[in-house]
T-cell receptor
Framework: GENVEQHPSTLSVQEGDSAVIKCTYS??????FPWYKQELGKRPQLIID?????GEKKDQRIAVTLNKTAKHFSLHITETQPEDSAVYFC??????????????FGRGTQLTVWP | ETGVTQTPRHLVMGMTNKKSLKCEQH?????MYWYKQSAKKPLELMFV???????ENNSVPSRFSPECPNSSHLFLHLHTLQPEDSALYLC????????????FGPGTRLTVT
């Protein structure tokens, strides 16, 4: 099955700085990569996703990049704010086979943004 | 409440008890999921239902028994659990299986004593 590794497990940045979280995956057939944000005591929520036919996607202060050859993808948050503090999970999925649509999650990154 | 709801939010049960977790989605989705979230571990998919049929069971112990009576409701029946089963149990739904956003419920914090 798929194996998703996520680094770092914790990340502290100063407000206004950028934050980068990296994930690698093992199954070259994976072609969908969402990122979920989970604030303390709340449910995970999708913040951005990317499909394998594009290399980068941006939505305001967040962006995701994908390198299919190297099998890694990254989340970039610019101009961080205290409300960005949360646990971020990456995931990988593919649209065929017996595991259609199943999300394989990384272990999560605790991001803390200091004011 | 709109979206995905779960009850109860907190549950403490003994190892010999039987209890059930309930999930309800108000989004008209066709796929529903149970996940287990333990500290320092990735979210673990337990069960997937698509159009009320179970499509995946990831080697989950038989002390966890899912039920999906219709596309809006999902249950997880628990019996003779172990302390290591203590975790946050999250329900999620999506429009269909595949590349669709999964909407999570608030979770049930389960403690097995």
């Amino acid at each position: 099955g798929e194996n998703v590794e996520q680094h770092p497990s914790t990340l502290s940045v100063q407000e206004g700085d950028s934050a980068v979280i990296k994930c690698t995956y093992s199954d070259s057939a994976s072609n969908y990569f969402p990122w979920y944000k989970q604030e303390l005591g709340k449910r995970p929520q999708l913040i951005i996703d990317i499909r394998s036919n594009v290399g980068e996607k941006k939505d305001q202060r967040i962006a995701v990049t994908l390198n299919k050859t190297a099998k890694h993808f990254s989340l970039h948050i610019t101009e961080t704010q205290p409300e960005d503090s949360a646990v971020y999970f990456c995931a990988a999925s593919k649209n065929r086979g017996s595991t259609l649509g199943r999300l394989y999650f990384g272990r999560g990154t605790q991001l803390t943004v200091w004011p | 409440e709109t979206g995905v709801t779960q009850t109860p939010r907190h549950l403490v049960m003994g190892m010999t008890n039987k209890k059930s977790l309930k999930c309800e989605q108000h989004l008209g989705h066709n796929a529903m999921y149970w996940y287990k979230q333990s500290a320092k571990k990735p979210l673990e998919l337990m069960f997937v239902y698509s159009l009320e049929e179970r499509v995946e069971n990831n080697s989950v112990p038989s002390r966890f028994s899912p039920e999906c009576p219709n596309s809006s409701h999902l249950f997880l029946h628990l019996h003779t659990l172990q302390p290591e089963d203590s975790a946050l149990y999250l329900c999620a739904s999506s429009q269909d299986q595949g590349f669709y956003e999964q909407y999570f419920g608030p979770g049930t914090r389960l403690t097995v004593t």
